[in-house]
T-cell receptor, first 113, second 113 residues
């Protein structure tokens, strides 16, 4: 079974600063995928970034980037130049071809003006 | 492209009634997933369907819950004889190919009174 652990229930960051959200996972699959989703107060789940486990290069998407450490089973999300609109719950998730998306419990991020 | 459409957005049911939640996947997507989110929790997988088939229902409670994705029309998550513990947000997601990540609907918030 796949599991995802997010050890930071809440975090805050000043506007324009950088923040890193932690995520560790466990899987017995050799081929899997990792994701970060954002859930603002509207409740909509929005895909932020995706990483293929067989790729060593860290994924980036504008101000969002990941630090993927496969041996340590770590997949952290870095948000640069934080904006007020980044305030949301952030969920780390993983899936493989055989299992559907499994989520962590989330980190509540507050961006402070 | 209207995205994943869920309705209703909010649903109130009395204990013992039936709740019926609908989900129309993105155009061209044939994979549908249902998740449940309790307050301050991550999303928990319930069931994975393709047209006319249940692929994985390992997260579905054995009693009172059922899901279908007919050849024509939306996917339906049905909860019979609802109890207060069924109160949660229910999310539907769809994908073209699961490993690219899922597109989520806005969810249905079920309240059992």
């Amino acid at each position: 079974a796949q599991t995802v652990t997010q050890s930071q229930p809440e975090m805050s960051v000043q506007e324009a600063e950088t923040v890193t959200l932690s995520c560790t996972y466990d899987t017995s699959e050799s081929n899997y995928y990792l994701f970060w989703y954002k859930q603002p107060p509207s409740r909509q789940m929005i895909l932020v970034i995706r990483q293929e486990a067989y790729k060593q290069q860290n994924a980036t998407e504008n101000r969002f980037s990941v630090n993927f450490q496969k041996a340590a089973k770590s997949f952290s999300l870095k948000i640069s130049d934080s904006q007020l609109g980044d305030t949301a719950m952030y969920f780390c998730a993983t899936l493989s071809g055989n299992t559907p998306l499994v989520f962590g419990k989330g980190t509540r991020l507050s961006v402070i003006a | 492209n209207a995205g994943v459409m869920q309705n209703p957005r909010h649903l109130v049911r009395r204990r013992g009634q039936e709740a019926r939640l609908r989900c129309s996947p993105m155009k061209g997507h044939s994979h549908v997933y249902w998740y449940r989110q309790l307050p301050e929790e991550g999303l928990k997988f319930m069931v994975y369907l393709q047209k006319e088939n249940i692929i994985d229902e390992s997260g579905m409670p054995k009693e009172r819950f059922s899901a279908e994705f007919p050849k024509e029309g939306p996917s339906i998550l049905r909860i019979q004889q609802v109890v207060r513990g069924d109160s949660a947000a229910y999310f539907c997601a769809s994908s073209l190919q699961g490993t690219y990540g899922y597109t989520f609907g806005s969810g249905t918030r079920l309240t059992v009174v």
